[in-house]
Nanobody, 118 residues
Framework: VQLQASGGGLVQAGDSLRLSCAAN????????LGWFRQAPGKERESVAT????????KYADSVKDRFTISRDYAKNTGFLQMNSLKPEDTAVYYC????????????WGQGTQVTVSS
């Protein structure tokens, strides 16, 4: 599976962005979509995960109630809706797929930069 992330940009604090993750290949029912981010000088962190068919979602505490992960079956695309953005959300965002709940993400998109100015 090949993943293409897009939708990043430069916004002001309080604004919204929607990231997309287009998948080229078959996504099986057990697959888990993940969004991750990495800020300069920091380790990569998990932002949100979604079981592709089951729909179960998990969020990092830092983005809960502000970010929403979703997917469109027909378009084979995942999304991360980001509202009320903060400067600390600035990072390169990556989407990834794991084959199952073991969450060993083996398919990765190329990353999209999100910059939030204060």
């Amino acid at each position: 599976v090949q993943l293409q992330a897009s939708g990043g940009g430069l916004v002001q604090a309080g604004d919204s962005l929607r990231l997309s993750c287009a998948a080229n290949g078959v996504i099986y029912n057990t697959y888990v979509l993940g969004w991750f981010r990495q800020a300069p000088g920091k380790e990569r962190e998990s932002v949100a995960t979604l079981v592709w068919r089951g729909g179960r979602k998990k969020y990092a505490d830092s983005v809960k109630d502000r970010f929403t992960i979703s997917r469109d079956y027909a378009k084979n695309t995942g999304f991360l809706q980001m509202n009320s953005l903060k400067p600390e959300d600035t990072a390169v965002y990556y989407c990834a797929l794991a084959r199952n709940g073991d969450l060993e993400f083996e398919y990765w998109g190329q990353g999209t930069q999100v910059t939030v100015s204060s």
